[in-house]
């Protein structure tokens, strides 16, 4: 056997993996330099893992002679819960995939958030929407006080107005419409209000009228919503808050028109 | 499904499953173990005819699978996990007898040399074809592989010369690697 036959001997032995670190290293070394021993060790390699396999464990004793002990049955729990602190520590650090029953929830919290946001905003919306219409009848109220202000103002300084003398103040009548013009009016009782009473023309009984409040000074301006020329009588008592539908105390004044 | 075919399917699914394992997958890991956990105790068991300790090297071998999944690139998986094995089952009856101290790290786990055309092969057809070898030989192969010895140990066992054994081993390999030829065209 020449030098290089010996050698390819040594291969196989490498290959096999029965060489010691100092012949496995100058086995390595000559690998890298002969293509025919490399050759030999690439040949030979393949059936090296084939004996390997040969020792694949058969557990079925019933359908194999050469059967071994299986492992324990923790084996596999115990390597699978080995990796599972792994597998917890790189979902942390790994795009979040959902499972489908957790998108399902987080769809159907988003629904029932955008549901209640939506009945939210409705609401805020309708509470608006009555704002703006309260907001309006204001506007509308006001600028009617406004008109009804520059009328009251323009009938009770109109040259031609006829006005009434009466406790506290003055009645004033101008083109049908009927003040009741109070300045000097102390504030009613807690709880109490004035009230107008206007008694038409052939009736027996005193219909009511408005209520009102004079202001901290005593000045209250009062248009009554009647038809000035189809009255014959105003009044004015102190009565609850709300109103009465027959006076309840003396009048502080009753005129009758002549 | 024949075994063999269950193999063949094992063995192709092998690269999928590791790319998984590669994305810390670990449903695919649990495949890999379900596929190859036979292979890589048995190789132990073997070895170091101990279930206790085959167990311990299977929980190694497969921790490091999971761990360096990066280790094996492509090609014949059952080849990587065996020399794994090998080298880890070594690593134990190294630390218990000065006899394997010398075989230390001989056999890189990523040693790229290795042919696909083998990985479908199963067990029952390398025990076949070992069988058909002179029992000088398959003594000498197996007696290598999974007792962890060195070639001077093997020829202090068997009595036979030094040089002997190597020939021995070498001509066996290339008549196991012939037959297995043969069986994997068969197939």
């Given amino acids: 056997m020449n030098a ?108 029932l958030v955008s549901g209640i946001i939506n009945i939210s905003l409705n609401s805020q919306v309708h509470r608006l929407e009555n704002e ?57 009782p807690k709880g109490k209000v004035y009230q107008a009473w206007t008694l038409r023309n052939g009736a027996t009984q005193m219909s009511p009228s408005v209520t009102f409040v004079p202001n901290p000074g005593g000045v209250a301006v009062v248009p009554l919503p009647v038809n000035a020329s189809q009255i014959a009588a105003v009044a004015v008592s102190v009565e609850p808050e709300g109103g009465s539908k027959q006076p309840t105390s003396k009048p502080t004044f009753v005129l009758k028109f002549t | 499904m024949l075994p063999s075919e269950a193999k063949e399917h094992c063995v192709e699914d092998a690269d999928r499953l590791m790319a998984r394992v590669r994305n810390r997958d670990a449903a695919a890991f649990e495949a890999l173990y379900d596929a190859y956990h036979r292979l890589v105790y048995g190789v132990a068991l073997r070895m170091l005819g101990d279930v206790s300790a085959a167990e311990d090297v299977t929980q190694a071998v497969f921790l490091k699978i999971w761990s360096s999944p990066n280790l094996f690139a492509s090609g014949n998986f059952s080849g990587w996990v065996v020399r794994m094995t090998r080298n880890r089952a070594l690593d134990v009856l190294r630390s218990k007898s000065r ?50 010895v060195t070639h001077e140990e093997l020829a202090r066992r068997t009595g036979v010369p030094l040089g002997t054994v190597k020939t021995r081993i070498r001509s066996g390999l290339r008549r196991l690697r012939t037959t297995l030829e043969g069986t994997v065209t068969a197939v």
């Fill in chain 1, 4 to 111: 290089h036959e010996t050698m390819l001997d040594d291969v196989a032995a490498y290959a096999l993996g029965v060489l010691p670190p100092a012949e496995a290293r100058a086995v390595a070394a000559h690998l890298q330099t002969c293509e025919e021993c490399r050759e030999e060790y690439r040949l030979l390699r393949p059936a090296v893992t084939a004996v390997g396999i040969s020792a694949e464990a058969c557990f079925d004793a019933a359908t194999a002679a050469d059967s071994v002990a299986p492992p324990g049955p923790l084996l596999k729990k115990r390597i699978m819960r080995n990796i599972r602190p792994n597998v917890a520590e790189m979902r942390a650090v790994r795009p979040i995939v959902w499972p489908a029953y957790a998108v399902a929830a987080a769809c159907l919290v988003v629904a």
């Fill in chain 1, 132 to 188: 703006s219409a309260q907001m309006a009848a204001v506007t509308r109220q006001l600028r009617l006080s406004n008109t009804q202000m520059r009328t009251a103002l323009a009938d009770l300084t109109a040259p031609d107005s006829q006005r009434y003398a009466v406790a506290n103040g003055e009645v004033v009548k101008h083109a049908n419409r009927l003040y009741i013009a109070m300045n000097a009016l102390p504030p009613p």
């Fill in chain 2, 99 to 148: 006899a394997h101290v010398e075989l230390s790290d001989q056999q890189p786990d990523d040693d790229p040399i290795e042919e696909r055309a083998f990985a479908s092969l199963d067990a029952a057809q390398v025990r076949m074809a070992l069988k058909q070898l002179p029992a000088e030989q398959r003594e000498l192969i197996e007696l290598g592989f999974f007792s962890g």
